[in-house]
């Protein structure tokens, strides 16, 4: 099973940026997405699909299609910039498989 | 506070070995599976391991079968890593990640970083 992300998205300030993963049937499966910024640890964004932890603003949201999730993030900040990764599951699954991760440059 | 700590990484020649232990704090470790995610330099995230939180099932990516091994220690609340016969593919940042129900890591660790190098 493969999840395709594009290298990098580019977005203005304050404009809207979306962050594909593609993924045969991935419609069936949990999604979830989680922000790297340079030198640090990933930090998960949005679990199950839809779901923001504590912390993390509404700004940014999740979606899925048959074959394709997306993470938008609305009014883009410069702190936004990093490197964006979908993973999923199924339940009770004791592995995980992460996309090739995208690059948000705020230009 | 949920917080996982690793340690252990460092300069080690093809053929070695490695273990690398990850601490636990402020949840009850004895209710979550973990997981170990690496990630290359200037490359992206690979899972590489996964252990119950008894200990008893684990899971590895095909590339570490028969190399790599994983353990736990309920008392002392770590998770260890073990890496034999290491391969200079094998240098990347380690993560320690707590397993959420639903299949999201929902905290990491800073990782610790293994270089293979001769």
């Known amino acids: 099973y493969v999840l395709t992300q594009a290298p990098s998205v580019s977005v203005a300030p304050g404009k809207t940026a979306a962050i594909n993963c593609a993924g045969d049937n991935i419609g069936s499966k949990r999604v979830h997405w989680y922000q790297q910024r340079p030198g640090q640890a990933p930090v998960l964004v949005i679990f199950?699909?839809?779901d923001r932890p504590s912390g993390i603003p509404e700004r940014f949201s999740g979606s899925k299609s048959a074959n394709t999730a997306t993470l938008t993030i609305i009014r883009v900040e410069a702190g936004d910039e990093a490197d964006y990764y979908c993973q999923v599951s199924d339940i009770g699954s004791d592995y995980c498989l992460f996309g090739g991760g995208t690059k948000l440059t705020v230009l | 506070q949920e917080k996982l700590v690793e340690s252990g990484g460092g300069v080690v020649q093809p053929g070695k070995s490695l273990r690398l232990s990850c601490a636990a704090s402020?949840?009850?470790?004895?209710?979550?599976?973990l997981h170990w995610v690496r990630q290359a330099p200037g490359r992206g995230l690979e899972w590489v391991a996964f252990?119950?939180?008894?200990?008893?099932?684990?899971q590895f990516t095909d590339s570490v079968k028969g190399r790599f091994t994983v353990s736990r220690d309920i008392y002392k609340n770590m998770v260890y890593l073990q890496l034999d016969s290491l391969r200079l593919e094998d240098t990347a940042v380690y993560y320690c990640?707590?397993?959420?129900?639903?299949?999201?890591?929902?905290?990491w660790g800073r990782g610790t970083l293994v270089t293979v190098s001769s």
């Open positions: 402020g949840f009850t470790f004895n209710n979550y599976d």
């Open positions: 199950d699909n839809y």
């Open positions: 990640a707590r397993h959420r129900e639903g299949g999201s890591l929902d905290y």
């Open positions: 252990v119950r939180n008894d200990g008893y099932w684990v």
